[in-house]
């Protein structure tokens, strides 16, 4: 019976694995072609400067718009496009497309702010990451200055001994990094601090688990981390006041989240430039509920 059992279970098994890899090639395959069509867009989502209540640099957001089943999120094809190393092509287009936006806005008076780009581990790798950036802006005449790299904890603390001189490259070169979803990953504290990192960014599992004592800890932890490193920190995934509250009582500098802003059109970036939210940070600061 135990033999049968397992054999029904590999077969199962199989199958799943099979149903996966053809719903992945297609997917792929798909994706490949929604390049081609132009059917990827950017969003843009403000990062709130608590202490003004300003706007000061806005985060790069992929999304697909297939012609069937409408809007998806990156986080259902970004896996696929690095799994099959179309992450490469597609992050080329990201990075032109935000100096695009930028040099659009720049030709409307806009006043600067950073773009923050995500950039997946198998980018991260490529061994000509920084030369490519370096051309891609040069050619488009947009200033490194202008943007923030955002990497991923594991990306830069695997093979962290040769990472010291690409971040060194890629800081030199001009651009802001910051280490996204701080926190979920494994860090060598050692190599964070060796590491010409600008920005720790909260991961926001960890502002979702505010409401309770450890959570709280935790996010303490990372402020504390930040401030003694000399980073900035920004927590995302703000969404309610309390959230708000904590965050920016205990000294957090910059915010991201829906109880701002959601992810904008390209259009509806300048307006929100112009908007101050030193109002609604401060109702919030003196709001009384409590988080636990
Ligand atoms: P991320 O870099 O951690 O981006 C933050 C995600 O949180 C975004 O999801 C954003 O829309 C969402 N978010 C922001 N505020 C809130 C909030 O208040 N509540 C909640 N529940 N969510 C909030 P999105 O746009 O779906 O992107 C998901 C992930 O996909 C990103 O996580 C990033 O890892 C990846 N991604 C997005 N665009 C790109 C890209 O251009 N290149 C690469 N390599 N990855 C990307
Ligand atoms: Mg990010
Ligand atoms: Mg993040
Ligand atoms: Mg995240």
């Given amino acids: 019976a135990a033999k049968a059992e397992g054999r029904a279970c590999y077969r199962f098994y199989n199958e799943e694995m099979n149903a996966r890899s053809i719903e992945e090639l297609k997917m792929e395959e798909e994706l490949r072609e929604a390049m081609r069509a132009d059917q990827l867009e950017l969003r843009y989502q403000p990062q709130i400067e608590v202490s003004t209540g300003r706007v000061i640099s806005m985060e790069a957001l992929v999304r697909w718009k297939h012609p069937v089943r409408g809007i998806i999120s990156p986080g259902l094809f970004i896996p696929v496009a690095e799994r099959t190393g179309l992450i490469i092509e597609l992050g080329s287009w990201v990075l032109a497309e935000v100096a695009r936006d930028c040099l659009h806005w720049d030709s409307l008076n806009v006043p600067p702010f950073r773009v923050g780009i995500n950039i997946s581990p198998l980018q991260f790798n490529q061994p000509n990451l920084t030369s490519y950036i370096g051309d891609v802006l040069s050619s488009s005449g947009l200033s490194p200055e202008r943007i923030e790299l955002e990497l ?46 600008d920005t720790l960014k909260i991961d926001q599992s960890f502002v979702m688990g505010l409401n309770s004592t450890d959570g709280a800890a935790i996010v303490d932890a990372i402020l504390a ?3 003694t490193l000399n980073m900035r920190s920004i927590a995302e995934g703000i969404e309610t006041a309390e959230q708000l509250r904590y965050l920016a009582q205990r000294g957090c500098d910059y915010l991201q989240g829906y109880y701002f802003a959601r992810p904008l059109y ?13 109002v609604d940070i401060q109702r919030a ?7 636990h």
């Fill in 152 to 197: 991923t904890e594991s990306a830069i603390m695997t093979d962290a001994e040769t990472n010291i001189e690409k971040l060194q490259e890629l800081k030199a070169l001009g651009l802001a990094l910051a280490v996204d979803d701080f926190g979920t990953g494994y860090s060598s504290l050692n190599y964070l601090r060796r590491f010409p990192i």
């Fill in 225 to 227: 981390l930040a401030k």
């Fill in 266 to 278: 390209p259009e509806d970036v300048p307006g929100i430039l112009q908007q101050d939210f030193s």
């Fill in 285 to 291: 600061m003196n709001g009384r509920t409590e988080l």
